[in-house]
């Protein structure tokens, strides 16, 4: 009979794994390097396991549809706008913005930008105001079934103004929506088209995945028509290295034209921190022919009543080059709005659309939108806006898009993520070990792999230890010299 081990002097966990691992290998544990290294491989095996359950409880708690893109640097959420297999539902079933650019919860290294918790909490998935990230709209952000401007500029809806209370028109990335059936149109006896009031639905807008060459790739399509109206839309969201793209090619399927704006609000927050000191923007813009040595921009909402003066929060800087930069000064409280529209008819304004805009821990995001430089007419820069409150700091450079029958116009979001303390430390790379990536379903290529790395080193161990050497090495007395032959 084996004798058990003295455990007198240990720790009542330590004893009882000794006790356990000994009834398993009994001669072993005559040896003392031998228990160790048992010991170690029990450990690791425990771990391993533990890591699965934290996977596990992990994906149950995320109660909607999604896609989480990986790089070795980084990962994004893609919320879809459809539901999967899952008894998942949807993050965002309003009538406002794009249902296929539902993408945040970016993380890089140990840092999080464009995270849900300081954006319209808790959260109501048919609020309009209620998307994530990088949320799209087609359409100027105004109320009103057109937006300014010269022609017939369509504020992303088609046959608005045509339909009758009760019938249906669309809304370009949302789909058939019921003319009057918003609460804000009980009261309004203009019958305009309301952008932020909830309307109902004609019909369940439809999804469709599309066939991705690579697991950090994801794509779908959706179309709509009405009448002579219809659109198409297909969407394809792309993360490699410290770069996501995001593109969107919109079709006219349709006998009549149209023209809309559109534009990426960017719901940004730096791991939860409310907007204030260490967020900031460098603007994609220049302004010529200004005297003053500030930059010239206009804050409608402030004589509407809505919104509070930019410059009390922010110091907005012009340097020699008449490049634009902002930086916050003050922490925004809450309820406190700030909008400030860049392009004046009374300045002469260069822009390629792209911004820098900067987090307190440290990341930055750089967009760009490369056909903005390679197309001469479709799509080309409509307004450039800030948006910001307590819970997003948003740089707004509209797109307008306008579409003949038939035709199409495709756009690129280029957004490039770095931290200069995670660039030197190589912390990107290694944050994929981390609990937080393990715990993702897309991840499951990077756990499988490393389960099996750290299984197979831990076999070659067991094997070298135990089985590797015969049973007549060892000597009668623990931890005396053993002369194998």
């Known amino acids: 009979k084996t004798k058990e081990p003295a455990c007198c002097s240990l720790p009542w966990k330590r004893c009882t794994e000794l006790q356990l691992l000994q009834r398993l290998w009994p001669k072993q544990f005559h040896n003392s390097s031998a228990s160790t290294m048992a010991m170690a491989i029990y450990h690791l095996a425990a771990g391993i396991v533990l890591l699965f359950v934290a996977h596990n409880v992990s994906a149950a708690s995320e109660p909607y549809a999604n896609v989480t893109l990986h790089s070795p640097l980084m990962s994004a959420r893609v919320f879809l706008p459809y539901k999967d297999e899952s008894e998942d539902s949807q993050y965002y079933v309003g009538s406002r913005f794009e249902h296929g650019s539902m993408i945040g919860d970016v993380v890089y290294g140990h840092k999080t930008v464009y995270g849900r918790e300081m954006w319209r909490t808790p959260h109501d998935a048919s609020w309009p105001e209620s998307g994530v990230g990088l949320a799209s709209e087609f359409g100027c952000g105004d109320d009103g079934p057109t937006c300014a401007g010269k022609g017939d500029i369509t504020n992303g809806v088609l046959g608005y103004e045509s339909a009758k209370n009760g019938e249906p028109f669309l809304k370009i990335g949302v789909g058939a929506l019921i003319k009057g059936s918003c609460p804000d149109c009980l009261t309004d006896p203009t019958d305009d088209y309301k952008f932020n009031s909830p309307y109902k639905f004609y019909r369940q807008p439809k999804w469709s995945t599309l066939p991705s060459p690579s697991p950090n790739e994801v794509s779908y399509l959706h179309e709509e028509s009405l009448g002579d109206l219809g659109y198409r839309i297909q969407k394809t969201i792309r993360l490699e290295g410290n770069i996501m793209t995001v593109r969107t090619i919109l079709s006219n399927s349709g006998k009549k034209q149209f023209s809309t704006p559109w534009y990426s609000h960017h719901f940004f927050t730096g791991d939860n921190d409310p907007v204030g000191p260490g967020y900031g923007i460098d603007l994609g813009l220049s302004e010529y022919g200004v005297r003053a040595s500030a930059p010239l921009f206009d804050q409608p909402g402030i004589g509407l009543g809505w919104a509070e003066d930019l410059n009390t929060y922010a110091n907005v800087t012009m340097a020699r ?63 450039y806006n800030v948006y910001a409150e307590r819970g997003t700091l948003s740089p707004e450079p509209m797109l307008l898009l306008y579409l003949q029958p038939a035709e199409t116009t495709v756009w690129t979001q280029h957004l490039k993520f770095t931290s200069p303390v995670d660039a030197r430390f190589g912390a990107p790379f290694l944050s994929m070990y981390l609990p937080s990536d393990w715990q993702n379903p897309s991840f499951m290529y990077w756990r499988s792999a490393l389960a099996v790395a750290l299984c197979s080193a831990a076999f070659a161990g067991f094997y070298s230890m135990f089985i590797g050497r015969r049973v007549d090495a060892y000597a009668p007395i623990p931890d005396a010299a053993v002369d194998v032959v």
């Open 321 to 383: 080059d008449g490049s634009i930069s902002m930086r916050m000064s003050k922490t925004i409280p809450e309820g406190v709005r700030l909008k400030a529209e860049f392009l004046d008819e009374q300045t002469i304004t260069l822009t390629d659309g792209s911004f820098t805009l900067h987090a307190p821990n440290g990341l930055s995001v750089e967009e760009r939108i490369p056909e903005l430089q390679s197309q001469s007419r479709n799509p080309f820069i409509y307004k």
